[in-house]
């Protein structure tokens, strides 16, 4: 299985600061990597497919960038409602594997 | 609006089976394929495996294999999972998800509610 590793495990930002929270594949995975938002208690959900690509619906201050094997998520102008964990994804293979998650204040 | 509803939670004792469903509601079920993965308390998500709801044609993670069946009823737009020979690490929330591709990239869009499952004896 492609292990997928993230950094930081945790972080704390203020409101309308910015982070980037990196994503790193054991093997070359080309662009498919997604990123999600999980809020405690509740699904998964998507933010950014195709390691770019803004799934619709999610504000523009989420950016996400990288090929091959290194990956970044890049939120800015934070907001209190951005705490959350997030989870990179890479779908290049079956089984998809997940990040062990990055968990974000908002200070 | 489309939806995936799951089965209520579960309580088992090691050793048991659990199987769950998944309800797609909003959606044609056979257009797209099925995840089935879990999160145990504090953990990563983690696949389990995979249905083409379509053939019915099926993949599951080699950690799961031979405890894990995924199967679905068309006719109801149902996708299901059961996990058997339970054991206490089991516990965990088991999720349905839409297999989806946006731009020709594959992701998870759309996710059940989730299933809690204990394993406790």
């Known amino acids: 299985d492609i292990q997928m590793t993230q950094s930081p495990s945790s972080l704390s930002a203020s409101v309308g600061g910015r982070v980037t929270i990196t994503c790193r594949a054991s093997q070359t995975i080309s662009k498919s990597l997604n990123w999600y938002q999980q809020k405690v208690g509740k699904a998964p959900k998507v933010l950014i497919y195709?390691?770019?690509g803004l799934q619709g619906g999610v504000p523009s201050r989420f950016r996400g960038s990288g090929s091959g094997t290194d990956f970044t998520l890049t939120i800015s102008s934070l907001q209190p409602e951005d705490s959350a964990t997030y989870y990179c994804?890479?779908?290049?293979?079956?089984?998809?594997?997940f990040g062990q998650g990055t968990r974000l204040e908002i200070k | 609006q489309v939806h995936l509803v799951q089965s209520g939670a579960e309580v088992k004792k090691p050793g048991a089976s659990v199987k769950i469903s998944c309800k797609a509601l909003g959606y044609t079920f056979t257009n797209s394929a099925m995840y089935w993965v879990r999160q145990a308390p504090g953990q990563r998500p983690e696949c389990m495996g995979w249905?083409?709801?379509?053939?019915?044609?099926?993949k599951y993670s080699q950690k799961f294999q031979g405890r894990v069946s995924i199967t679905r009823d068309t006719s109801a737009s149902t996708a299901y999972m059961e996990l058997s020979s339970l054991r206490p690490e089991d516990t965990a929330v088991y999720s349905c998800?839409?297999?989806?591709?946006?731009?020709?990239?594959?992701?998870?869009?759309?996710w059940g509610q989730g299933t809690t499952v204990i394993v406790s004896s």
């Open positions: 195709g390691a770019s």
């Open positions: 998800a839409r297999d989806w591709y946006s731009s020709g990239w594959r992701t998870m869009d759309v």
């Open positions: 994804q890479q779908s290049y293979t079956f089984p998809v594997t």
């Open positions: 249905i083409n709801t379509g053939t019915g044609d099926t």
